[in-house]
């Protein structure tokens, strides 16, 4: 049977709530797709950590589990192998790096929708995979799951030993360990969700009483046929085609248009203030016009109703700057760290909005340029601020710093918190390249901060860092605006 996210989604919310109930999610070819193992070897690759020799015999045990009926350990044990003498900090830091490069990208959207549903129903949340600690951990934190059963690798004196403690937890050894976790844990299993892409896991999924059989392989998708299983598709990360490589050169000329016909405008008028407003909105529109990109805007009426402000957003992406710029379209200006000046994809953004640099390195400039913006504010131009400071490999919202709260507070502006939700899914942080779609914005309303003390900078920070969070877990419908 065939079934939908949101009809799984529905089933969880509809269903049992409790501690007891957990859900055992599967890492590669589930939540993320793709196999995190690929991203490691790649990097071990290209940094000279395998040679040639080696990589030939990885390749020949891949090929043998996966199309000659081989035994599927063998790559693991030599993945294990691979890792003796190394300090396990070091490899758990390679791990947060890989997940920040390369694999926060194959996350699939929609598993974090379901991920959330069981969260919201108190569920206890647990990946159960055949993947080390260090490929799980980083997309446990990410997803806000707290629980991992995984292969775990030995450690003597913080090093690795090239071995395994539990060996490799695949196929009924995997299901072993789930059961184990639930008999210490207190969770039913009988009344458990279980999602898995592979026929290894055939063991796990007849373990709990509501198995999902999740963008299977077809060896898995024709057992469930015969358990009577529920098929889940979720959809995958984008993959940028021809449409997706000629809207981005068609969006960077865009918005190069429109910077130039505001500049040529501002010349002819002496009006410097219209050419800036003029070639800002021309190049956002231009851009997301030719990128095939839509704005679904929930409190559009926010992003006017209290100017000059402070506006804040999320950052996941490079697209995020044409889709703000969209948004507030006039009398506005940005503040970004120094470094950034020399990216290439900055060019575009100095030149139409002249925003104020950051040097963070220097606490005495940082002041000063921040006194900068206080005055900008007072003369009545707003100022957007992403307060993350650099882009998020998911939607997961980032510690915020607190220079935007201390401007809005001495300059006596108010904040108005934009809420991105998804351009991270159509050009991830790492890509240059757009691909078309619907970018859903939720504008918040302006939060006053007339009275604030310079000491409750820190808490005032927090609690509006929370409601990007809860936004972000309950998107808001829409409504009239007002």
Partial sequence: MNITVADAITG???????????????????????????SICRDQILRGEVGPLELARIMAAAVDSTLLGGDPQTVGRMGFAALNGRRANAVAEMGDRLFANRIAGTLRPEARDLVRAHQQRGHTLVIASSATRMQVAPVARDLGIPHIVCTELEEVGGVLTGRSTTGMLWGEPKAAAVRAFAQANGVDLRRSYGYANGPEDVALLAAVGRPYALNPHPALRRAALDFGWPVLTLREPRSPGLRSYLGTVGALLGANT?????????????DHRLGVNTGTALAADLGLAFAGVRLDVVGEHNLHSARPAVFIANHQSTLDALVLAALLRHDFTAVAKKEARLDPRMVIIGAALDPVWI???DVTRAKASLDQVVQRLRDGISILILPEGTRMPTPRVGRFKKGAFHVAQQAGVPLVPVVLRNTGEL?????LLINPGTVQVAVLDPIPTTGWAADQIETRSAEIRQKFVDTLDQWPARVDAR
């Fill in 12 to 38: 969880v919310r509809t269903g049992a709530t409790g501690p007891e109930i957990a859900a055992f999610f599967d890492l590669d070819g589930t939540l993320v797709h793709g196999y995190t193992a690929g």
């Fill in 258 to 270: 429109g910077v130039t016909t505001g500049a040529a405008l501002g010349w002819l008028t002496g």
């Fill in 359 to 361: 040097d963070r390195s």
């Fill in 427 to 431: 050009a991830w942080r790492r890509s």
